[in-house]
Every structure is written in C-alpha cells, then in structure tokens.
C-alpha cells in the first residue's frame, strides 16, 4: 500500500511538470511567432531585438543569425529560389539598400515593417527576365528609396507603403524585359514619381507588357510631381490600370501630372481612376499628359476628373486618343441667335462635366420655327469639340424659312476628325437682320465610343 501511494505522488509530481513544461514552451512559442500569420509557413522569420536584427529559422525555431541592419540578414536568409520569409513589424535600417538577384518563387511579407533606405533601393534584379520571376513583397512600409524591379517576370507587389521619397516603384529593362508586373493596394505618398517605367538601357527592350496597376492611391505634394510615368521608348502596353485615385494641388500648385505617357500605352486599358485637383490657381495640373511620342491608352468606363486641372488631357502635339462607351440623347436645345450677322452664344451638346465620354457616331435634327422677316436669313454653324480641346472647322447650314432637317453623313464629311476623339458638339447661330423672331432647336443623339 506504502508502494503504492508513493508511485501515485511520483506520478503527479510528473504529469505536473510535464504540464508546466507544455505550458512553458507554448507561451515560448506564442511569444515568439505571435505576429505571424499561421496560414503560411516562412523558412526564416526577422525581427528586431534591442539593436541587433535577428533571422529565426522557421523549422527548427533556431536563431541562424544576428547582424546590425535589416540588409545582412536578408542576404543571409535569401540563399536559395523558393524560399519564404517573414519580416516582424518594426522599424529597420537598410542603408546600403537590398538586392534579391536571380531568384525565382521567393516571397517576403510583413505586417507592417518600416524600412528606411537613405536613398538607397530595394532591388529585384535578374541577369534577364528567367532568371527572376515570380517574387512577392507584400506589406512593407518603405521610406526614403525606391523599390527597383530589373529584367523581372511575374513580380508582385501588395500592400505596400512608399513614403517620403524620390521615385516608388521603378519598372527597368538593361537585358531583355520586365511583364506581368502585379502592383496592387499599394499606397504613395509625398513620392515625386509613383510608378515609373523607364526608357530600356543596354540590351534591355522596350516591354513592361501585361503590367497591372490596381487600387494604388497617389498623394502628389511636391512640385514636378508624377503618379506613373512611361519614359520615352518604354512600352507600357496590354496592360490595365484600375480603380485608381489621384490627389494633386493640395500642397503645390505647380507642375503635377497623373498619367505622363512619353512612350507608348497602347492597348492598356485606363478604367474608374480619379484625378482629383485641390488647386486653387493651378499652374500646369494634368489629368493625363500625352508627349510628343506618346502613345495614349484605351480611356474607358469611369474616369473622373475632380477639381481645378491646367487640362484633363493635355495634348499638345495632337496625339491619338482611344476611347470606349455608351449612348445619349439631348432633345430640342435652344440655341441662341446672335444678330447683324454675328454669332450668339454657342451651346454645347454631349459633354458630361468632370467624366470622360468620347463620341464616335451621332444624328443631329434641326428644327426652325417662328416668323421669318423679309429676305432674312438664319444661319446654324456646328462644330466639333475634341477630347485635346481642339475645335474642327464649322459646318454652316442657312435657313430662309421654317423646316426641320436632318444632318447627312456627307454634311458632316469637311468636320469629322482624321485622328481624334469627339467629346461634344458645338452649336451656334446668327441672323442677318438686327433682330429675329426665329427659334432655333437641336437635338442630338448618338453614341459614346
């Protein structure tokens, strides 16, 4: 009985400490891998400690290695493609910058880490396009530097802060080509260039193809400020940009531009973005920029333009502007008559304030009515507005009586664009006496391209 009682304390005072143990290591390791997510295994865990930046090593649970700044342990970490690592919110010194080179299938997240790079950048850079391919950031805070992506494929980008710098995210060719980029939920802020696909250097080609911007939001304050910008010979091309804002004016009023094309968006679809102006007197704020070279994109469903701009689309050099849409009808606008033959005040007709809607095809119905004077004559001048601003040459119709007319395709033949796109109709008439009791109504319907 004795032996028995004893056995049964001994095997208490076991069971106990075997559970105090359980308990120990699972706060250990709580305490430890409390900030990460546990819906994806990492191979190497970061974090800060005191000043030393540490690398866990997520099968064994081991510290691998402690250095003094956030660029020695990612180089210690990535050794090897397929590799996943984690990064604990903190804030790091990176003041020699990082460089990823020829990796394939690497991804590095975080919760919120705050990198300072003193200017330096964040580099994911392949001898050419197959060897680096599919790398995944996600969730860095990223300040003072650029993150460069170099002769890449597939590389995504999301959930990602740039504050506080000289250019964001720079897209570079120097051998071969960068495509499928994936930039998505990305935030900048007080950045003078967003986005940035730049002119190819060396044996590098033109191609950013299949580039995806979505759900970025640009904060534009300095002056000479751009949110994306296709340098001269870059191709952003088959691409897409959506559901994107843009704030410009708020704090400079000078120079400051959404969308500057100097090479070529052909084909990439620009939909539901906002350009959003604060300035009270702006003083060359653009919407979209379109260079002498530039190629613009298709503009589709959804674009807004908000606030004081220089110009929604500056044009200078007449480029080709593409466009999608719907359908319309404005029925019987007056249109005022100017007497002793000068023109009245025109009206235009198809334009929808602050949203972009091209016209591609319309049918226009005159009608005058009232009480003509003797050998008076009535005279109705229709132009059309360009998406640029430009106005064609004027189609003049006369009247020496009351009628109701349709326009002909051969009546608009002498003011229909070469290359362009038709935002509005203008309107305008005159009679030749010192006053008139002729009305004069125009009802347009037609279809946005």
């Not at 000068?342 to 602050?354: C, R």
């Not at 009247?399 to 290359?419: I, K």
Request: hydrophobic share 40%.
């Amino acid at each position: 009985m004795k032996a028995v009682k004893s056995f049964t304390r001994y095997a208490v005072i076991f069971l106990s400490g075997a559970v105090i143990a359980s308990l120990f290591w699972n706060l250990n390791q709580f305490l430890l891998f409390k900030n990460i997510s546990y819906t994806e295994d990492y191979d190497y865990i970061i974090y800060l400690d005191g000043n030393s930046v540490k690398v866990k090593n997520g099968t064994t649970g081991r510290i691998d290695f402690a250095g003094e700044n956030l660029t020695q342990a990612i180089n210690y970490a990535l050794k090897s493609d397929e590799l996943r690592v984690f990064i604990r919110r903190a804030e790091y010194n990176a003041s020699n910058g990082i460089i990823l080179k020829n990796l394939k299938n690497v991804k590095i997240a975080s919760n919120g880490a705050k990198i300072n790079l003193e200017g330096h950048a964040f580099t994911i850079k392949g001898d050419c396009w197959e060897n680096s391919k599919h790398i995944s950031i996600e969730g860095l805070t990223i300040f003072n530097g650029s993150l460069v992506i170099e002769n890449s494929f597939m590389t995504s980008v999301r959930n990602c802060f740039f504050v506080d710098s000289d250019n964001g995210i720079i897209l570079s060719n120097t051998n071969g080509w960068t495509e499928c980029t994936k930039i998505e939920d990305c935030y900048f802020k007080n950045v003078r260039r967003g986005i940035i696909f730049k002119t190819p250097k060396g044996n590098g080609t033109r191609s950013y193809a299949n580039t995806e911007i979505r759900r970025c939001y640009f904060e534009l304050t300095k002056e000479n400020s751009i949110a994306v910008h296709v340098e001269p010979s870059s191709d952003f091309n088959e691409g897409l940009v959506q559901n994107v804002r843009i704030w410009m004016g708020g704090v400079s009023e000078t120079n400051q531009t959404g969308i500057l094309v100097e090479g070529s968006m052909l084909n990439t679809l620009v939909q539901d973005i906002v350009f959003e102006s604060f300035a009270d007197n702006p003083q060359n704020i653009y919407g979209i920029n379109l260079g002498r070279e530039g190629e613009g994109p298709i503009l589709g469903h959804g674009i807004v333009f908000c606030g004081n701009l220089t110009e929604k689309i500056y044009n200078p050099y007449n480029r080709w502007l593409y466009g999608a849409g719907g359908s319309f009808k404005v029925e019987n606008v007056i249109i005022p008559i100017g007497v002793n033959n000068s023109y009245g005040a025109y009206q235009e007709i198809g334009l929808v304030n602050h949203l972009y809607l091209s016209v591609h095809s319309f049918n226009v119905k005159m009608q005058v009515s009232g009480e003509f004077s003797i050998d008076e004559i009535i005279f109705v001048r229709f132009r059309l507005k360009f998406l640029d601003g430009s106005i064609s040459e004027g189609l003049e119709i006369c009247f020496e009586n009351t009628t109701a007319r349709w326009l002909s395709y051969d009546d608009w033949l002498s003011t229909w664009p070469n290359r362009n796109i038709i935002q509005s109709l203008i309107v305008d008439a005159k009679t030749s006496k010192n006053a008139t009791k002729v009305a004069v109504f125009v009802s347009v319907y037609g279809q946005y391209g």
